[in-house]
């Protein structure tokens, strides 16, 4: 049937029940302050906002994903218990007293840091957004999920805090010269190592970071110590830090070896592809959700880009035949998510909604077909394609693809 | 080297460095000297490793395949032909890793899974070989070595398949393109004819990925859509 | 005796065992993703990271206060578990689908809306600190506490999400001419009431929110609805919203009328005193805490205004003789909290750190003898002086005020 | 009226709004009709507030007292003296307060703390009365009603008492002054002679707020002082 009506119509006794009697609370005595041992927690009604898996895409929890709920989320920070997963061999609570860094390699001395003494380094705080390499990979060839959670929710913003990694280097006297890559190394049972460019590292956006939103960053994320590479595929942002290497050649990692490379039609795999290109995804209306009623909506989503700040976003309702741009939520900061909104008035007729962002660099987010004909569809990495929503006559918003 | 910092971090003790700088690289910088048969590798694989990834890396029961999908004659071109085909179902590890240090420092810093870094060197050696074995990428009594290593490289399957000629790199390093591979244009008005939905999900999957109504918040500008029953259309 | 020599020794077995022994994390699995009900908390290793009471301060707790570990805190986004708490009547946790917002008065017609309604208006999305009129008030006549927690820690920063309240008195067809006021009300026991200007509803800047930081606002911050009112003090932000009356003239509700207003030397009160002016505080090293060595430390704190941004923050470590200007965090936006940072070398002898922030108006941060001067020692509100600590040679900080 | 989002919000009906529409301003406006005796608010008082405030509103048990401190003097002139003097101890509710519809508000929508909204219009008239007959501002005889407000308005003790001339006010609505009372300078440069200690925490509260050693993380450019053994100086 069609959309409902009116949501919060007048009963007949002449007023809404939730006004004309008063609901204990308007009547009575509140809790107090510092509860749960001085540490708040989100509203019991709140309880649908989860982290989830998706059924069926990983055989264990520990070598697996957890989606953040995007079609939840408002503005451009990820609330940290709903921070996106990826973890290869499970998650760590770590004593940072017994936590130690170390830097090896080509350098004039291998130095080793405490905890303590490396949040005496002068710090910087930015926001940046992390998107796992794989985000969206399932739908590289047709649709496979139903809402936004599982096709984008690999992607989480946060303000982080820590050291540029180039202190570091300098403390313990790095061969700028010659060194033209790092080698980064975890803590913990995969120990995970990726490449990272020197390049980078010398831009100073490169952090070894203890915070995250404020406080230390959660244990899985990586506390107490994470390597932030801003723009690159989350899988190079190591957690548990234990060490970096200064070297001269890539290391050909199990996750740039294995994984995280990219599978051309032709059989070769495109591999060192680290850059997350600019994307973006209408967040509500998404996926799963139905519309109440006809009238006014305010389209919000999220737009990034590896490669700088996000210069505009467009929206279309017709699939992609006709684009209005949208508003952008300042600020609008380099690498780190960026929030759109844009208003919509529904007619109850099908519509498909789609969002497409441009970024600093003038690089236009991708349809499908743009990105399939450079592609193919078993690249599994890095699918930034322009997202269709489906509003159905009922109300009801389905994943589609369009031609 | 800086001294601006003074009083943080000091220097790394030899000893420290050794317990730590475990990586391996393409080169084989960073490789113990050692040594591990095929038959030895079968044994701690039998023991170690095969209730996971089945006794002939088949299994996919905790994680994908390690091996099949290889040829003989990938081990001469060093290009695993089954990856040109579409139809190709899954791919293992053996049909995609280009450099056999990538197996030997993996193994050696997070297998087996439950019990990472539990391994001495020869016996990462034996169960690389035995590994390599099953691929056919070594004899069944080879034993592998530090000093063979370079040798087995030259027989990777996919050796010669991976490609940095591409704009996906942030950095000059490997000398890629610095063009994006897609240039879609920000057209404003009548871009497209009409859109046509070309895929969506069939009606038997609705509910695959639980109800969605406990999937969003109980207020907001939508709802999440009960899937526990059937749409009502 | 004097503060402890290098943090991290190299033991005489020739390395540090947390190196030389790998630890549980390195030689095992972790735990699985979406643990928890997928909902993350912060490591077991930050349990001293809390909200917490005053002792002494109050005589109940759920008229009282809860103060933010300022101390302890990174980058200008204060994580909601551990935002600072006001409550009159102590907080509850409302059922959304049943809250309801009015608005009546001066108006064309008086509406009442759902969450549901109010979620599906043009939103924006901003970050902007929160300050508790009474933030520092015990600190007017002496030093009272002794830590950044309970000098400062009533202020907080979150990026919120909602509708401009502008929009909603505009569907309400509000009588822009003759408004000159409008009442806030909140839907709880204490039904707190406020003033607000119209002149600043008509700036966009005022909010009807929903979201902070990514999520619903907490139920301890006003779940589901708050009054967003940028560089105004936090009683104004009235939670729980339920209703907006717009009027022609000034209510002197309780918390406007007999608290909230500023006492005089000569006995008067200055009421209606809303705004936030320009402040600053270092949040490390501050009381409380220990240097363990002598070199070089990362000074860190926080900077805001209520009359826009801030320009620049200066820093002294001889107790306000000699200054040099702090770096400051990006993004520094309006109204919103301002992390800065500078480098400095303890050479072990007494110091005495203070930071000055100057806003977008020329205007700068007080000493306490300008304070004094203006205002006396009675006011309670809005002390936004200069703060102290001094580093002693055994390494403790102390709170101290200086003449 | 914008019209611009159709299918949100609904008019507010005038049950609703009755419901909702409590706030009593200082013009009255919203006050309703009613009335309430001294002896009637005593009455009330001593079942239902006086156990948190006291019996003549002088208790600090669960919040500062509410009344004490004003003369008649204040009645007379307006202005309560001892606000004025710096060594008065504490501020009572009618010391403070400069208008009599602030406090009838008030009790209607938050008293009793425990139940809140409880009273009916006549009975916060009666303890308002009461109250206010604690202070002298009315006598213990006197009825408050609706229609007397306006002339107990004119005993308010502190009624004077507000100044709107200050640069605090974020908006033009009561002619303030602009220009903030501080004005400090930015200088940089031996600004001051050398700065003194004037103030800090006597030894004896060193433990006061609790082991400030567990009120800071366990790592950190500096950590929490172990405030439950003596200073170490
Ligand atoms: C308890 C289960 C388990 C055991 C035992 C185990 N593995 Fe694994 N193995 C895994 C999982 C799960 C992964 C994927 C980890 C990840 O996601 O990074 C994996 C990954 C691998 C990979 C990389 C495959 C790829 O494509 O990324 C290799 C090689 C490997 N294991 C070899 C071994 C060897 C050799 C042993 C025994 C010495 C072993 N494994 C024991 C579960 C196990
Ligand atoms: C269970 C304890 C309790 C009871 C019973 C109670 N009160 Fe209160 N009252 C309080 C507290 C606590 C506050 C302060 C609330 C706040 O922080 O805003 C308060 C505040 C007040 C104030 C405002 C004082 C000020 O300076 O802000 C008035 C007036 C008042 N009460 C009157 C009454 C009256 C009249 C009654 C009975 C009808 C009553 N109270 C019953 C606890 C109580
Ligand atoms: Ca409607
Ligand atoms: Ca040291
Ligand atoms: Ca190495
Ligand atoms: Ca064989
Ligand atoms: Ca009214
Ligand atoms: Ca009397
Ligand atoms: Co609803
Ligand atoms: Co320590």
Same mark, same amino acid.
């Given at each position: ?163 540029? !990694? %180039?202190?570091?280097? +300098?403390?313990?006297? /790095?061969?700028?010269? @010659? ?5 980064? &190394?975890? *803590? ?11 390049? !980078? %590292?010398?831009?100073? +956006?490169?952090?070894? /970071?203890?915070?995250? @939103? ?5 244990? &899985?994320? *990586? ?181 | ?233």
């Amino acid at each position: 049937p069609m959309a409902l009506g009116q949501g919060n119509p007048v009963p007949t006794e002449g007023g809404d029940p939730n006004i004309l009697n008063l609901p204990e609370h308007a009547t009575g005595l509140g809790q107090g302050v510092a509860a749960n041992n001085g540490y708040g927690i989100p509203s019991k009604f709140e309880s649908n906002v989860q982290r989830r898996q998706s059924p069926g895409l990983t055989q264990t929890t520990q070598a697996s994903v957890s989606f953040a709920p995007l079609q939840s989320l408002f503005g451009i920070v990820t609330p940290s218990g709903l921070h996106f997963e990826r973890h290869h061999q499970g998650w760590w609570d770590i004593d940072p007293s017994k936590h130690r860094f170390m830097i090896n390699g080509m350098v004039k001395t291998p130095k080793v840091f405490t905890m303590d003494e490396i949040m005496r380094l002068p710090s910087v705080s930015r926001f940046h957004f992390i998107e796992c390499g794989a985000n969206t990979a399932v739908e590289w060839g047709n649709v496979a999920v139903p809402t936004v959670q599982y096709t984008h929710g690999m992607v989480s913003c946060s303000e982080f805090t820590g050291v540029p !990694l %180039i202190t570091l280097l +300098e403390i313990a006297g /790095a061969d700028f010269k @010659n060194a033209k890559f790092i080698l980064a &190394e975890g *803590g913990d049972g995969s120990s995970m190592t990726r490449t990272i460019p020197m390049s !980078l %590292i010398l831009s100073g +956006e490169v952090l070894v /970071a203890y915070g995250q @939103n404020g406080e230390m960053l959660r244990p &899985e994320n *990586g506390y107490p110590l994470r390597l932030i590479v801003p723009g690159i595929q989350g899988v190079s942002w190591v957690k548990y830090l234990r060490r970096i290497e200064v070297g001269d050649m890539p290391y050909a990692a199990k996750d740039e070896a294995v994984h995280y490379m990219d599978l051309m039609p032709d059989g070769q795999h495109r591999q060192y592809t680290n850059i997350q290109e600019c994307k973006s995804v209408v967040t509500t209306p998404s996926g799963g959700q139905v519309l109440l009623d006809k009238g006014f909506y305010n389209i919000t989503g999220l737009a990034w880009s590896g490669r700088g700040k996000v210069k505009k976003v467009d929206v279309s309702v017709d699939g992609g035949r006709n684009w209005r741009q949208a508003r952008l939520e300042t600020p609008v900061l380099s690498k780190a998510l960026t929030r759109f909104n844009i208003d919509w008035v529904w007619d109850g007729k099908p519509a498909i909604i789609q969002s497409r962002a441009t970024d600093e660099t003038g690089f236009v987010q991708p349809t499908y077909k743009h990105l399939r004909a450079a592609r193919g569809t078993r690249s599994i990495y890095h699918n930034n394609a322009i997202q269709s929503w489906l509003v159905q006559e009922n109300g009801e918003v389905k994943n589609v693809q369009v031609s | 080297q800086s001294t601006a910092y003074p009083g943080v971090g000091r220097p790394a003790t030899l000893k420290e460095v050794a317990a730590w700088d475990i990586d391996v690289r393409p080169d084989f910088k960073g490789l113990p000297a050692g040594s591990g048969s095929v038959a030895q590798g079968q044994d701690l694989w039998e023991a170690k490793c095969a209730h996971c990834h089945g006794v002939f890396g088949e299994s996919n029961e905790v994680f994908s395949p390690l091996i099949g999908g290889t040829t003989n004659d990938d081990i001469k071109t060093g290009n695993v032909a089954n990856l040109k085909r579409a139809d190709f179902p899954g791919r293992t590890t053996i049909m995609k890793v280009a450099t056999v240090s990538t197996l030997w420092d993996y193994i050696n810093r997070a297998m087996p899974w439950t019990a990472p870094k539990s391994l001495k060197p020869d016996e990462v050696y034996a169960v690389t070989a035995y590994l390599l074995s099953l691929a056919d990428v070594v004899p069944e009594n080879f034993v592998l070595s530090d000093k063979n290593m370079a040798e087995v490289q030259k027989r990777m399957p996919n050796r010669n398949g991976m490609t940095t000629q591409h704009a996906m790199w942030a950095g000059k390093e490997f000398n890629g393109t610095a063009k994006p591979d897609t240039a879609n244009v920000a057209c404003m008005k009548d871009c497209i004819p009409e859109a046509k939905v070309a895929s969506m999900l069939p009606d038997y999957a609705r509910n695959a990925h639980g109800n969605l109504a406990d999937q969003n918040r109980l207020v907001g500008q939508q709802h999440g859509a009960n899937t526990a029953v059937p749409e009502n259309k």
